[in-house]
């Protein structure tokens, strides 16, 4: 297939969501590549856009709705649930186990700003994880800023979390002990309701893009006691440059020899013959298996090129932040962040270079 085809497919897919039976068949090929050709293109057009807006532009394109109401509105929450293949593991059932969906799933944070586009994304976790939860681990915390407010519905209960950031939470009234709402509660609660649509729209496009229609088969481990899951990624610089990466925060389960969960760092290079294969799995070894919490010292490799490898085997019942890092070379700057117990949201809205 040729590269402009394969562009033109990405493109179909992105503007009209199809089924990959659908664009195979236009496409004239077997179904199994297309998923493999959309997510390249993905990474490749999308890996390492920023999609999280300055509060100037938030302000810039602030619909009159929320400048009359809410004018310090900066990202509209709310969580999204795919299913997944049930493991037999009783331990991964009971992680995975959404109690609002009745079923196996894993879990995102979407964030919509006023004016209707997607302005955050999270990786997966599993499905048993609160809604404080996801918040607190997923990095948006580390997005905004004192003065803003932040929407979103009542089960966010994340208003401790976002005082200690100088944010307002705005959530519908809870009746608590109370026997009837306030008119001014009610009227309160239903232009939430009126303006927070923009994100129920926005995650209907996820479902609508069919990318999630079929349940996610979660790979051989779901027959075994532990989930394992890889995730490998290769940084590369401008040809004579070295490519140096620092750590923002670094939390991952620690165990000895950092067997279970780790990231590791390689250099890495072209193959010989083929300038479209790089290889690094066996390449000179950077740093050793890093785990824990301690935040690692920047890595510097030799070349321009850097393999990167993290690793989880999902045994752990609590949820680590896992690790955010940033990468440079030459006069470019991408970032890359980690969450811990994650799938990552593949061909949909990548916000960063994902890990997992």
């Not at 989930?227 to 440059?241: E, K, M, N, P, V």
């Amino acid at each position: 297939m040729l590269l402009v085809d394969e562009l033109f497919m990405f493109c179909v897919q992105l503007k009209l969501g199809l089924f990959e039976q659908d664009l195979a068949n236009r496409f004239q090929i077997h179904r199994s590549p297309v998923c493999r050709k959309v997510i390249t293109e993905t990474n490749f057009f999308l890996g390492s856009q920023v999609i999280w807006p300055s509060r100037e532009d938030v302000n810039s394109y602030m619909p009159e709705g929320f400048k009359r109401f809410y004018a310090s509105m900066r990202v509209i929450l709310d969580c999204t649930e795919i299913f997944v293949q049930t493991p037999t593991s009783l331990l991964l059932q009971s992680q995975l186990h959404s109690t609002y969906k009745s079923n196996t799933t894993l879990k995102g944070l979407i964030g919509s700003t006023p004016y209707g586009t997607i302005s955050f994304v999270s990786s997966l976790y599993t499905g048993g994880i609160s809604d404080k939860g996801i918040t607190r681990c997923s990095g948006i915390l580390d997005l905004l800023e004192p003065g803003d407010s932040v929407m979103a519905e009542k089960g966010f209960d994340i208003e401790d979390l976002l005082r200690e950031k100088g944010v307002e939470l705005n959530i519908p009234q809870f009746l608590e002990s109370l026997e009837q709402i306030s008119a001014q509660d009610v009227q309160k609660t239903k232009t939430i309701a009126c303006l927070r649509i923009h994100v129920e729209r926005a995650m209907r496009r996820v479902k609508g893009y069919h990318f999630f229609v079929l349940t996610i088969f979660i790979g051989n481990g779901a027959s075994d006691s532990t989930f394992h899951s890889t995730q490998i990624l290769w940084l590369r610089g401008d040809a004579g440059r070295q490519v140096q990466i620092d750590f923002d925060t670094f939390e991952l389960e620690y165990s000895k020899d950092c067997k279970h969960d780790y990231v590791e760092f390689r250099e890495a290079s072209i193959e010989v013959g083929d300038p479209k294969t790089i290889s690094g799995k066996n390449g000179p070894i950077l740093t050793n298996r890093l785990c824990g919490n301690t935040k690692p010292n920047s890595i510097q490799s030799q070349g321009n090129m850097v393999w990167v490898q993290f690793m989880s085997d999902g045994n752990s019942t609590t949820v680590y932040k896992g690790f955010r890092a940033s990468f440079k070379a030459g006069q470019g700057r991408l970032s890359a962040s980690c969450p811990l117990m994650l799938l990552f949201l593949s061909a949909l809205i990548v916000k960063k270079v994902n890990l997992l």
